[in-house]
């Protein structure tokens, strides 16, 4: 019986240390659909099958300045934002406690609906809106370390970095918590690389 238990506890120990090769090995070659590609000219391609990657936060309405005019009464306070990043940057952050090069933000944007019933009250999210955004952590991309690049519709294959003097670099090096990325919005990052609460 103790034998068997010893076999037992054995098997798990090389499981697990088999599983801890597999991921650091899966960080040190990301696959090949979670890397950033570039064209020729230096443009970003569009990556592909983001929405099967970690949604790290999510938002509606979320704005970095106040409105001039605030919603009616009942009306949607805004899009919803979705934040995808990489499976093996998240477990890079989460183990490691820092985005790794190649690290991928990818935002996401949806209508706010309740067209659906039974929905009476609050907002889900509607029909995705064209386009999305990407911040990568690349280095030489910028003097932050970090590139924006603006997908302005589903058609389009690749883009341009974000000029840098462009106000989004200005604004994370001000506002953002955590090596230029809001992860203040982000709550398992939040915990992980902030080590505290919401509003803490």
């Known amino acids: 019986m103790k034998s068997t238990t010893i076999a ?13 090769a597999f991921a650091a090995a899966n ?4 696959p090949a659909d979670q890397i950033a590609r570039f064209t020729k000219d230096g443009r970003l391609i569009r990556p592909e099958g983001f929405e099967g990657w ?13 409105p001039q005019t605030p919603p009616p009464a009942g009306a949607a ?7 995808y990043l990489q ?3 998240y477990r890079s952050v989460m183990e490691r406690g820092t985005f790794p090069d190649g690290a991928m933000l990818v935002m996401t944007f949806y209508e706010a609906s309740r067209k659906s019933r039974p929905a009476k009250v609050g907002f889900y999210e509607g029909d995705r809106v064209s386009g999305l955004e990407v911040h990568l952590k690349r280095a030489g991309v910028d ?5 924006f690049f603006g997908f302005g519709s589903d058609t389009t294959s690749s883009a341009a970095k974000v000029p840098a003097e462009a106000a989004c670099y200005k604004c994370h090096q001000s506002e953002a918590a955590f090596d230029q990325a809001f992860v203040q919005f982000y709550p398992a990052l939040r915990g992980k690389l902030l080590g505290k609460g919401d509003g803490q």
Do not use: R
């Open 8 to 20: 037992g506890a054995a098997a798990v120990t090389v499981a697990a240390l088999a599983f801890t």
């Open 27 to 30: 960080q040190a070659n990301p």
């Open 54 to 66: 970690v949604m790290v936060g999510a938002s509606t309405g979320l704005s970095y300045a106040q």
């Open 77 to 83: 306070p805004g899009m919803f934002h979705n934040i």
């Open 87 to 89: 499976p093996w940057a």
């Open 143 to 147: 003097s932050t370390g970090w590139g």
